[in-house]
């Protein structure tokens, strides 16, 4: 009797903590994972190598995909926006236009060529910084979208949607997730600056996880 070749799926991986709780979900429900990375021209490239890392550390392969943004429009691309070092009570100005428009659609077309099952984005609404792309109704059009645009051999998951930073990291304690590999930082130094707002939402979550970043020592 032949065996069943496993699933697969292509997993968004950005080297965030977000997108690793996600591969090491999509592998715990059996897919055979290919990370698509991106270099998009963000800030410091950091968050790539260490995406390199986790992908490694899970087994699985990976791509590189280097794109641009020459418009930037978002802190995370233009060096002459200043980080914000405190929550924003909207959204932003690290968020960047379209970003996971863009991204699905690569990973989409990605995934119609290899067959496979399913993408994997590692989006979540709550306890986040309000960015439109990481929104329940933006991912349930996009899904409507791309099938009616393609072939629809997949699905568009995203396993964390509905949970905070801190249900995120539990649920990456037991899959075993490397969060020492992660980077939230918008930052590229040796260590976390701790004052940007992605590094005070991971800090949040830890904290209410009742867990110690690996990251801070």
């Known amino acids: 009797m032949k065996s069943r070749r496993p699933k697969q799926a292509v997993v968004l991986l950005s080297g965030g903590l977000d997108s690793a709780v996600a591969l090491y979900y999509a592998k715990a429900k059996g897919y055979k994972c290919l990370c698509l990375i991106f270099d ?10 260490q995406a390199q890392k986790i992908a490694k550390a899970a087994g699985c392969s990976y791509k590189i995909l280097k794109i641009s943004f020459p418009w930037k429009g978002s802190a995370l691309l233009d060096k002459k926006i200043k980080i914000p070092e405190k929550i924003s009570a909207g959204i932003p100005v690290t968020y960047v236009p379209g970003r996971n428009i863009i991204f699905l659609s690569f990973a989409i077309s990605l995934a119609e060529a290899l067959k496979a099952k399913a993408v994997f984005i590692g989006a979540h ?7 439109p792309d990481c929104r329940p109704e933006f991912l349930s059009a996009f ?14 998951l995203a396993p964390l ?3 905070n930073k801190s249900q995120i990291i539990m649920m990456g304690e037991k899959l075993g997730v490397p969060f020492g590999l992660t980077w939230s930082c918008y930052s590229g130094g040796k260590a976390p600056c701790g004052k940007c ?3 005070r939402y991971r800090a949040k979550g830890f904290k209410r996880a009742g ?4 990251l801070i020592k």
């Open 125 to 131: 609404s709550q306890d986040y910084s309000g960015y």
């Open 211 to 214: 867990e110690v970043d690996p």
């Open 143 to 156: 899904s409507r979208m791309a099938k009616a645009g393609t072939l629809g051999r997949y699905e568009i």
């Open 40 to 49: 998009y021209g963000q800030r410091h490239k950091k968050e790539i190598l």
């Open 161 to 163: 949607l509905y949970k």
């Open 197 to 199: 707002d992605s590094c």
